[in-house]
């Protein structure tokens, strides 16, 4: 990606913050190299690749700080460039779709529920 510079969850707390207590497993995928973590003018990212029967997709797991819209041009640049088929990303922001529409058509596929227990 453009102008990325890698980072560690261990040093960001922002990026910590976005972890919403998932900080030992998205560690553990960084360092085994299944995620990548990194800033992009700014926003934090933690990513993966997952294939899929109909082509690859970019998970996007961590996106913290600022820039988001101009990260995810990079990323949606990026993609296109690898043949990347998908982007998907969880949030606990539903008002996020409306701003990364204006990017490309970003819908909801799925929702989530968690009881704790």
């Known amino acids: 990606m453009d102008k990325q510079e890698k980072v560690t969850p261990e040093v960001n707390e922002k990026m910590r913050y976005a ?15 299944t995620a990548q973590a990194f800033n992009i003018g700014g926003c934090y990212l933690v990513t993966r690749i997952e294939g899929k029967r109909w082509g690859d997709e970019l998970v996007v797991m961590v996106a913290a700080g600022e820039n988001l819209l101009a990260a995810a041009h990079a990323l949606i640049s990026q993609c296109r460039k690898q043949n990347i ?5 969880h ?13 490309t058509n970003f819908e909801e596929v799925e929702r989530i529920y968690r009881a704790k227990l």
């Open 85 to 89: 088929s998908s982007i998907r990303f």
């Open 91 to 103: 949030t606990q922001r539903p008002a996020l779709q409306r701003h990364l529409k204006k990017l």
């Open 19 to 33: 972890m919403r207590g998932d900080e030992v497993e998205i560690t553990r995928q960084i360092r085994s190299g």
